[in-house]
């Protein structure tokens, strides 16, 4: 089962930038999508997730910059980063859960820089 992610890529600070990630119709019944992301030397860190139900929840430093969506006709979620910051640098992982498994998208490289 693979995730499909998109939209990484480098970016001044105060930039935008758009990640979006596709699932396959093989996972069925899910909870939840969401984004992690891991910088250098750091855990892996929630960053957003939206329930079926469009419950939403952020890391507290990206409230008000970062906006969840998903599109259930096509099984893909967004995450729309605006004011981008030089500490928002990492790998971004796309996550889709049910109540069985998590499935895990490769990553996609964000990098915030002058």
């Known amino acids: 089962v693979q995730l499909v992610e998109s939209g990484g890529g480098l970016v001044q600070p105060g930039g935008s930038l758009r990640l979006s990630c596709a699932a396959p119709r093989s996972i069925f019944s899910i909870n939840g999508m969401g984004w992690y992301r891991q910088a250098p030397g750091k855990e892996r860190e929630l960053v957003a997730r939206i329930t079926n139900g469009g419950n939403t929840n952020y890391l507290d430093s990206v409230k008000g910059r970062f906006t969840i969506s998903r599109d259930n006709a096509k099984n893909t979620v967004y995450l729309q980063m605006n004011s981008l910051k030089p500490e928002d640098t990492a790998v971004y992982y796309c996550?889709?859960?049910?109540?069985?498994?998590?499935?895990w998208g490769q990553g996609t490289q964000v990098t915030v820089s002058s």
């Open positions: 996550n889709v859960y049910n109540n069985w498994n998590h499935y």
